[in-house]
């Protein structure tokens, strides 16, 4: 099969070729003049009766998929409607889907000595000359299985690269080294009187006549104490010679694994009950309240996995954010842990698949939901830590699959046990668990027995009337805030809103600024004083007047992290604050150093989004304060109470971790709310109980299934009326509910208009012959007149 193509086809084996198994790469030509890296499906006798095209080469010699990988997919592709193209598209490394389009870019900037091989070396030499070119160019120089071969090559030695994706462009880390010239500089060289006028050059050059050999860059500047400009002058003169190298991102400094600590009576209880309930083939959800020791009971599981020579998978919502964790597991298991992420290098992508399948040096893989589809050897457990997370649901593109869900199918495919950990569980896996399909083990109490934080209710619009809200914070969260950095306490503050202030609107006319591109009003971001769409990453000057009357009496609406940093400055002078969001978090590694500082006491006060519920582990924060709850339950789901108490939940489970004193403050305009006081019982239990009951009243999932489909159009009317033909054939399918077309809460994304059907099944359903009969239905609205250019998309449990 030919990736990212629709189905499979068939090819013929020359007769001389290498063994070619199911699951090899292999080579081969596709329609004129394109070129496929593929997968083989199948091997058989009965070839069809057109005249069928010989592959053009084997690029490994084993087969780089099991088979156990592709029943994997095929599952997937059919549960979540997609091709296996798409499937193979989202499972493999780029440098495995290579094609005639893929594009090849240059790391070296001149051809290394080093590099023998005649082909090899003219290779690179073209693609340094043009910096990036299409594998499609190169076929002119080069046959396609000698290209296959030379790429593999100079990617494996880092000269080149590949592009993984066109969003994120791998950048190679590189530092600068400098060194002395010794046939111009050595220390018997040079007339020291001419020197005399520049003293600077002379204590760059008695650094080196003293230290000798290589140095970096930044480490000459700070041991000679001198600028730039004179290690340029020193460069140019040809006295220092400066040399560039590749830093390999993956080679981590890995400290002796340290023992693991003992578990507590507790935890040492619920370790019993999970290998006994795995022992049963149960998947278990373990139910343990934030700082309760999960991970380590979670190390405990691990080591015992991989004691039997089974390898462990650690799936974790966003990889990004959990640095810290990652960390605590490189301590535990030192170099038997791979990460796999989206930041790595192409080829070092490749040594983790190959490695991962052979199954020799890593045996903890931790990775975010696409570390499911690595080849695992013999996987014996699978662990999916904050199992509620939304994260692990992918949106877009196809295949939008639940990590979580098709961890459990991948488990039966290997014999694996699956743990899955949160103190927030979704509704989905309680009611898995009633229904006996999942094992439950509690966990409640917090490691060292600290008492959970007290959750104090604000009510923000009594404090706002009495104009006493300043800085967005109440008197009683700010004189909490206060006390606490008296104390040398540092604070968390929560605000699910990223950017300075929502939006602008003109005082005069009533005029709000919107994206011209998707129906949503455009933020304000103080800092770059530029109007940007959270949605298509449009932005724009604020030109500081209205576009629709010109009068300059814009006012800023609501508040977003950015503002909050910003006043609070004003107001706290001394405190050092420092915001944790998308915006402030862009460049490589900036997580870490924010985290890290805060971390070291250098921050005080950390303003963040969302970003600051994951799984952070302070031991100097008592006080949390949640600045605006209401835009959390307020948002038309049905799911958005779940998601709220979870969120507010995991936001508290930052506060006092390591003491018996924490504190979290909810502000709302709605204290009466049903979500604010199940929170302020801290019973998670009893909300979760009320929201199932009312779940199945109004037949919602988990007691239902819903299968959305996405209908997309530049033009309305087109996009409407593909939309109605599609209900109108699905609800002619029995056991199908149809809901709908409506247009969703942001109509247009990215000049798109946007409608959506709800399609509700029972549980009973026989949701593979619905499925199918779905697939038709939208096969034949693609194929009605003036609708072929809608995009519709199926999207399986979408949420
Ligand atoms: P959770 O994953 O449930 O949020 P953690 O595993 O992060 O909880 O534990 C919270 C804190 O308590 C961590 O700092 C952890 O190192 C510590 N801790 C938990 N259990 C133990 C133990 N058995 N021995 C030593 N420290 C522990
Ligand atoms: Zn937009």
């Known amino acids: 099969m030919p990736l990212a193509a629709e189905g499979t086809f068939t090819y013929e084996i020359p007769y001389d070729f290498d063994y070619v198994g199911v699951g090899s790469r292999v080579l081969v030509n596709f329609g004129k003049q394109k070129m496929y890296a593929g997968i083989v499906r199948a091997l058989h006798n009965n070839g069809p009766s057109y005249n069928t095209k010989p592959l053009s080469d084997v ?222 083939q149960k998947p278990t959800l373990l139910y343990g309240v934030t700082s309760s020791g999960k991970t380590e009971v979670y190390f405990h599981l691990i080591s015992r996995i991989i004691q039997e020579g089974k390898q462990a998978l650690v799936l974790l919502p966003e990889i990004a954010l959990t640095g810290q964790l990652v960390h605590r597991f490189r301590k535990v298991f030192g170099e038997k842990v791979a990460v796999y992420h989206s930041r790595i290098h192409a080829a070092q992508r490749i040594e983790m698949w190959h490695d991962v399948r052979k199954g020799e040096r890593f045996q903890v893989i931790i990775g975010p939901r696409s570390a499911i589809f690595l080849p695992y050897r013999n996987l014996g457990c699978i662990i999916v830590d904050e199992e509620h997370d939304r994260s692990y649901k992918q949106q877009d593109p196809a295949p939008r699959y639940n990590a979580r869900d098709a961890a459990i199918v991948l488990s039966n495919l290997y014999k694996a046990k699956v743990l899955m950990g949160t103190a927030t569980p979704s509704l989905e896996s309680l009611a898995n668990h009633k229904a006996k399909k999942y094992a439950l083990v509690k966990l409640v109490e917090r490691f060292g027995a600290f008492t959970h934080p007290e959750i104090v209710i604000v009510d923000y619009a009594k404090w706002w009337r009495r104009r006493k809200v300043r800085a967005h914070l109440t008197p009683i969260l700010l004189s909490a805030v206060t006390e606490e950095l008296e104390a040398g306490k540092q604070v968390i503050l929560f605000q699910n809103r990223r950017g300075f202030s929502p939006y602008l609107q003109c005082f005069d006319c009533g005029h709000i600024p919107v994206c011209p591109h998707c129906d949503v009003r455009l933020t304000y971001h103080k800092r770059d004083n530029r109007l940007v769409c959270h949605y298509c990453g449009f932005s724009v000057r604020n030109a500081g007047k209205c576009v629709e009357c010109g009068n300059v009496n814009m006012k800023t609406m609501g508040f977003g992290t950015e503002k909050i940093e910003e006043e609070l400055q004003a107001i706290l002078p001394d405190a050092r604050i420092a915001r944790f969001d998308q915006d402030a978090t862009r460049r490589k590694n900036s997580h870490e150093r924010i985290i890290g500082q805060f971390d070291q006491g250098e921050i005080d006060i950390l303003v963040g989004t969302q970003m600051v519920t994951k799984g952070l582990d302070f031991r100097n924060v008592n006080l949390v304060g949640v600045l605006n709850a209401d835009n959390l339950f307020s948002f038309p789901d049905f799911r958005s109470f779940e998601r709220s108490m979870q969120l507010l939940m995991q936001v508290a489970g930052r506060a006092g971790r390591h003491a018996d004193n924490g504190q979290v403050i909810i502000q709302t305009s709605q204290p009466e ?68 077309p409506q247009a969703p809460v942001i109509g247009r994304i990215q000049t798109y208009y946007i409608m959506e059907l709800t399609l509700k099944m029972e549980r009973s359903a026989q949701t593979l012959e619905i499925k199918s009969a779905v697939n038709n239905a939208i096969a034949k609205v693609r194929q009605a007149e003036g609708l072929k250019s809608v995009i519709i998309n199926p999207d399986m449990d979408p949420y």
């Open 673 to 740: 709310h049903s979500v604010i006081s199940y929170l302020q019982e801290g019973n998670y239990g009893v909300f979760a109980e009320q929201e199932l009951q009312q779940r199945y009243q109004f037949a919602y999932p988990p007691f239902t299934r819903i299968l959305a489909v996405t209908l997309k159009h530049k033009k309305y009317e087109v996009c409407k009326r593909a939309a109605n033909l599609l209900a109108t054939a699905c609800k002619k399918i029995s056991g199908l509910q149809v809901l709908g």
């Open 59 to 280: 690029l490994e010699k084993d087969p780089v998929v099991p088979e156990v990988s592709l029943k994997f997919w095929e599952w997937m592709a059919e549960y979540y409607m997609c091709t296996l193209g798409e499937v193979c598209e989202a499972a493999l490394p780029a440098m495995f889907k290579i094609h005639s389009e893929t594009r090849i870019f240059a790391i070296e900037k001149t051809v290394p000595e080093t590099l023998e091989q005649d082909d090899a070396r003219t290779l690179l030499q073209i693609i340094i000359a043009h910096q990036e070119m299409r594998i499609k160019e190169l076929l002119t120089h080069f046959s396609s299985q000698k290209l296959m071969r030379l790429i593999k090559t100079l990617t494996a030695e880092k000269y080149i690269g590949i592009r993984e994706a066109v969003s994120e462009q791998y950048k190679p880390k590189v530092t600068r080294t400098l060194r002395l010239n010794y046939n111009l500089a050595a220390k018997g060289n040079v007339d020291l009187k001419e020197l005399k006028r520049a003293p600077a050059q002379k204590k760059v050059l008695e650094y080196f006549w003293k230290a000798q050999g290589a140095a970096a860059r930044k480490a000459v500047k700070e041991g000679a104490g001198v600028s730039d400009a004179v290690l340029k002058s020193l460069i140019d003169k040809g006295w220092l010679i400066e040399e560039e190298y590749v830093v390999d991102r993956l080679v981590e400094q890995v400290a002796e694994p340290e023992p693991l600590p003992q578990l507590s009576a507790k935890q040492h209880e619920v370790f019993e009950t999970i290998l006994s309930e795995w022992e049963k």
